[in-house]
Structure formats: structure tokens, C-alpha cells
């Protein structure tokens, strides 16, 4: 049976972390969080990130995922050595406030936009190399590094090419799918869920219009929900339900956590 927790990308409600979002976050039904690398860049003094630590000691709460930034300067793909060994750098540095909140699971993206596509076996290669060198502090934090499907002609745009990076590799990686960056082929999500199994690790929830990312909410897009519980259920997921989506910046804070919450209830209802 699928067990589904609520999850979100914190962004998909507010940019920053700051006081009152803190306290809605632990006032509601959300149990899982992942963070990215500017959630924090206001707090110059670490009491908010204190705060937030132990608020999810006393809630219960997990963060589950930190999501590495996907600039030039931080693509571990990189045909340009001096730039891997940089994004190499900035990996670490990062590493450092993901083991603070013990994260789990850090999402990586395969590459930036654009690839040059006569040079997609470098690009590989050279994400092989990275993962092959970050192996060992992954592991000795408890880690896990997993890799985000990705549009267009990013590295990563297909399932079986994002199983060729993970080949080989161990269960210190897997993989993120976001459902919502697989263009045209939105049919075959519940194929390409069985496709990864026991590889996926995490997801990124939205839907779209079948064409390009819109990350808005289920159910106002394509994607077939009950196909893809059932295509979860299947594989005896038990990782995040993360939503990543965006919500009017129109309406207040609380209403944004509201609407997220609303939407998972439907969901739910759907299993």
C-alpha cells in the first residue's frame, strides 16, 4: 500500500526562510522539506538556522533533500576542467549546510542549459568523473546524491541516459524525477516510474501542459495522477512526496501552505 507524506520544495512558497514561515511550516501537515543553497543567505547571524533545526527536532519534521544550485559555475558535467574542479568546490561547501540540517538525499542536476550536443559523451564522462570523487564523502556523511531528470537537450533529458550515469554506481546514488520536466512524453510516466524502481529516490511534484515546465499544481495539467500512484505503488515507494510547484505570490503566506495542502488531500483521495 502507498503511504504518502506531504513534502515541498520550500520555494515553492517563499524564497527565504524567515520567521513566520518557519512558524507555519511547523503549524502544518508538511513532513518533509527540501532546502536549496539561498534558503538561508539572510542569515547572517545562524539563528534562524538554529531555529530551524530545532524546530524540526521538536515537530518531527525532516529535511529530506538540499538541492545543489544548477549555474554554469556549479555543473560537475563541465567540459572545462578548471570549471568541474570549481563546481567541485562549491559542491563541498554546500555539503557542509545540507549535513547541518541532516539532509538525506542531495538532488543534482546533470548539467546546465544549454549542452552542446556533439559533446554529450564528454559531459558524461566528466559527471562520472565528479560523482566518482564525491563517492567517499557522500558516504561518510550518510548522504546519498541523486540525479534530476531534466528538459530539452539537458544531460539527463531521457530515463534510460539518466540510468547510464547511475550505472555501476551503487546505492549512494539514485535518482530525482520530476514529473514535470518530461515534455511530450507525460504517457509513459507510469512506464518510466517501473523503469527506475528501486533507483528512485526522491520526486519533484507538479504538473504541465505536455509541452515545457509550468510546475503548476496537480490536476491542472496532463499528467494522469491516479496512473502515477498506482505506477509508486508498484514499486513499494517510500521516499518524499515533494511538491515543486509554483503558487500565486498573490496570496498570502498561509493561504500558499493551504493550497498545497489542499491539492495533497485530493491526491490522497486518488490511492
Given at each position: 500500500m502507498l503511504e504518502l507524506k506531504l513534502g515541498i520544495s520550500i520555494s515553492s512558497v517563499e524564497s527565504r526562510m524567515h520567521w513566520r514561515l518557519m512558524e507555519l511550516l511547523a503549524k502544518s501537515s508538511i513532513k518533509t522539506f527540501e532546502l536549496n543553497a539561498s534558503m538561508f543567505c539572510d542569515d547572517y547571524d545562524g539563528a534562524l538556522r538554529e531555529a530551524f533545526r530545532r524546530m524540526l527536532a521538536e515537530s518531527g519534521k525532516r529535511v529530506v533533500s538540499f538541492h545543489i544550485p544548477f549555474s554554469a559555475q556549479d555543473d560537475l558535467s563541465s567540459t572545462d576542467e578548471s570549471m568541474r574542479l570549481r563546481a567541485l568546490s562549491r559542491f563541498r561547501a554546500l555539503f557542509k549546510e545540507a549535513a547541518f540540517f541532516q539532509a538525506e538525499l542531495l538532488v543534482l542536476h546533470p548539467s546546465t542549459e544549454p549542452v552542446d550536443q556533439s559533446r554529450r559523451s564528454e559531459h558524461q564522462?566528466?559527471?562520472?568523473?565528479?560523482?566518482?570523487?564525491l563517492?567517499?564523502?557522500?558516504k561518510l556523511a550518510g548522504m546519498r546524491l541523486v540525479l534530476e531528470n531534466l528538459p530539452r537537450l539537458c544531460m539527463g533529458n531521457t530515463i534510460p541516459e539518466l540510468q547510464s550515469m547511475l550505472a555501476g554506481k551503487g546505492t549512494t546514488y539514485g535518482a530525482?524525477?520530476?514529473?514535470?520536466?518530461l515534455m511530450d512524453q507525460y504517457q509513459l510516466l507510469p512506464d518510466l516510474v517501473r523503469q527506475l524502481g528501486q533507483q528512485l529516490y526522491t520526486l519533484h511534484i507538479s504538473d504541465y501542459d505536455?509541452?515545457?515546465?509550468?510546475?503548476?499544481?496537480?490536476?491542472?495539467?496532463?499528467?494522469?495522477?491516479?496512473?502515477?500512484?498506482?505506477?509508486l505503488a508498484d514499486i513499494k515507494y517510500q521516499g518524499p512526496f515533494n511538491y515543486e510547484v509554483k503558487i500565486n505570490q498573490d496570496m498570502d503566506l498561509a493561504e500558499r501552505i493551504a493550497e498545497i495542502e489542499s491539492n495533497f488531500a485530493w491526491i490522497k483521495s486518488l490511492c
Open positions: 564522462a566528466q559527471l562520472s568523473r565528479s560523482m566518482q570523487e563517492e567517499g564523502e557522500i530525482c524525477l520530476d514529473v514535470n520536466h505536455g509541452i515545457d515546465e509550468k510546475h503548476w499544481l496537480p490536476g491542472k495539467g496532463v499528467i494522469d495522477w491516479g496512473k502515477f500512484l498506482r505506477a
